[in-house]
């Protein structure tokens, strides 16, 4: 297999990703990343559900790490009959879909693509574990493969010369868009929100643009519309948790403030991403809230007097009059429009 994470940051290889080898699944704590370089090791598939719950992983990190977790759970009843096996992993893909509320729709297709990878082995005489680890790889590398066709879209916007913002972490989109970059000799320079209170787009934006050799910057999270503003900012892009058919972009906590901005001040707005039919409009959508402690505190360092009270909604929603396009494999999409894109 030709691998699609060639030429790629540290953290976008997929073993530091999530991995899945010896009876454990590896995951790169990307909460201390950079600062630290550190795995998570889980020894069942509850473990790999917590990791996820607990943001140890992150973007479109949890998706390899759900995949991996199934073929842990496959290990732990690897000396089962076939059927108490497949019924431990219907559970286990229960678990594993579930660790995180608004991702649950895309993490069920993992999981159940996991589960139809077992049934097969298994009518095979062959080990779950193993065909749903060579399953899950195969996948990631089909998925760095798609994106790369949605990074050729999206640079088709960069100038030759300028500078995007960023927001939150992509994941691969980040890598691979950086790389066509330089493919196609753009001189790109990257402004990074910080992205409170995890630092996702300090600590792994950041990370991956300076790792592929990019000129790149981390701002506060209450500096974009200045700074887009003031150092001439071209595009500013980020990926989704989810894009409703009814144009709305469901993203880290941030993105509808700076999606105004950029309207404000008539710079485009290109999100990346399929838009979501098990998403047909925003009511759809269940917005996370996490502890609220959480944000009282950076980096583990306590910011806020003790009782004062503290309030974290994971994501925020930028209606479709802030997007100037949703840019897929296919092509570029109005958000007003998305049903085409199934056409």
């Known amino acids: 297999m030709e691998r699609a994470d060639k030429g790629l940051a540290f953290m976008l ?30 020894k069942d598939h509850k473990e790999v559900a917590q990791a996820i719950a607990d ?16 073929a ?94 960023t927001q939150c972490f992509a994941e691969s989109i980040v890598g691979l868009m950086l790389r066509e970059a330089e493919n196609r000799d753009k001189d790109i320079k990257v402004i990074c929100p910080e992205t409170r209170p995890y630092f996702q787009g300090a600590r792994l934006t950041a990370s991956v643009a300076c790792d592929q050799g990019f000129d790149v910057t981390v701002i506060t999270d209450n500096m974009p519309g200045y700074v887009m503003k003031k150092e001439n900012v071209d595009l500013i892009t980020s990926a989704a948790d989810a894009i409703t058919m009814d144009g709305h972009v469901v993203n880290k906590i941030g993105t509808f403030q700076i999606a105004m901005a950029a309207h404000y001040y008539d710079i485009p707005y290109f999100v990346t ?47 479709p009059k802030f997007v100037s396009g949703v840019v897929t494999g296919k092509g570029i999409y109005s958000p007003y429009n998305l049903e085409k894109y199934y056409k």
């Open 13 to 42: 290889q997929y073993e530091n990703v999530a991995w899945y080898e010896d009876g454990k699944v590896k995951i790169l704590d990307r909460r201390i990343y950079p600062n630290k370089v550190e795995y998570a090791v889980c």
């Open 55 to 70: 943001m140890v992983t992150q973007s479109g990190g949890p998706y390899l790490a759900a995949a991996m977790g199934m």
């Open 72 to 165: 842990l759970a496959a290990y732990e009843v690897r000396d089962r009959t076939k059927k108490e096996q497949l019924d431990y992993l219907k559970k286990a893909a229960y678990t594993l879909s579930h660790a995180r509320p608004t991702t649950v729709k895309r993490m069920e297709m993992v999981v159940e693509k996991s589960l139809s990878a077992a049934e097969e082995a298994l009518k095979s005489g062959q080990k779950a574990d193993q065909a749903i680890f060579e399953h899950a790889l195969e996948e990631v590398n089909n998925k760095y493969k798609r994106i790369d066709k949605i990074a050729d879209n999206l640079v088709d916007f960069f100038p030759d010369r300028g500078t995007i913002m």
């Open 273 to 319: 991403g399929a838009p979501d039919r098990d998403h047909p409009d925003i009511d759809s959508v269940e917005i996370e809230e996490r502890d609220g402690d959480f944000v009282l505190q950076a980096m583990g360092k306590r910011t806020a007097m003790e009782g004062v009270k503290g309030y974290y909604p994971a994501f925020d929603i930028t209606p």
